[in-house]
């Protein structure tokens, strides 16, 4: 890979963190030079990484400006109708795919997961993501894998206004731990079931929690 694609995937991994974490705020405007800055590179690399950000749907660019995608309850619920359809599917192919390697980093996760404070939700929620992506990898098909990595980002903004609240994150251990046997198994229906009703099971808690902060 040369220098600038190394540049850009460094700017857009580090502003995408900015935006998904609410450092940049939801409808702010993006000064390209002072991002620039902040992540110590140049010019070219944050355009580039913003175009893709475009294309994700995190960043607008109206007639004049960029700015930070506004975040909006009716579009998680869109978000979370499509999760719902892929991630059993995922963990139903994970089944189907996974190797001894990617139960042990699953089954690795479990425990790095079971290890956090339960008072450290932020932590939580960053291993959570790293299991989702590993079950995504493990079922064999890097294009789903893609396409739920997005998916995750564009909630994952409205999971950090909410994560304050997200007492029950620490149960998911226990939801992860059934999934993995299940996958260990060769159980795809199993699997896919337990995803269904973990991923149903958060939404309708931060919908209620969103609601409630409206």
């Known amino acids: 890979m040369d220098l600038a694609r190394v540049d850009t995937q460094r700017a857009y991994e580090l502003i995408r963190e900015k935006i998904t974490t609410l450092e940049?705020?939801?409808g702010s405007s993006i000064d390209e030079s002072k991002l620039a800055k902040e992540i110590d590179t140049g010019l070219t690399p944050v355009r580039e990484a913003l175009k893709l950000l475009i294309h994700e749907h995190l960043v607008e660019a109206p007639p004049r400006g960029l700015y930070v995608t506004e975040v909006k309850i009716d579009e998680l619920q869109k978000i979370s109708n499509i999760r719902l359809l892929l991630e059993p599917y995922t963990a139903r192919q994970a089944a189907k795919h996974a190797t001894a390697d990617d139960l042990i980093i699953l089954e690795a996760l479990c425990q790095e997961q079971a290890e956090v404070p339960r008072d450290e939700p932020?932590?939580?929620?960053?291993v959570d993501h790293k299991f989702h992506h590993a079950l995504a990898q493990a079922a064999d098909n890097k294009y789903l894998a893609q396409i739920l990595e997005q998916f995750y980002g564009l909630s994952?903004?409205?999971?950090?206004?909410a994560l304050p609240h997200l007492g029950f994150l620490p149960d998911a251990v226990e939801t992860h731990l059934e999934m993995v046997e299940a996958i260990k198994t060769g159980n795809g229906d199993r699997a896919a079931e337990i995803m269904r009703e973990h991923i149903q099971d958060f939404y309708d808690k931060v919908f209620k929690i969103l609601k409630e902060m409206d």
């Not at 994952?156 to 206004?161: A, V």
Request: glycine share 0%.
């Open 24 to 26: 940049l705020k939801p």
């Open 122 to 126: 932020r932590q939580l929620f960053e």
């Open 156 to 161: 994952q903004r409205l999971w950090f206004m």
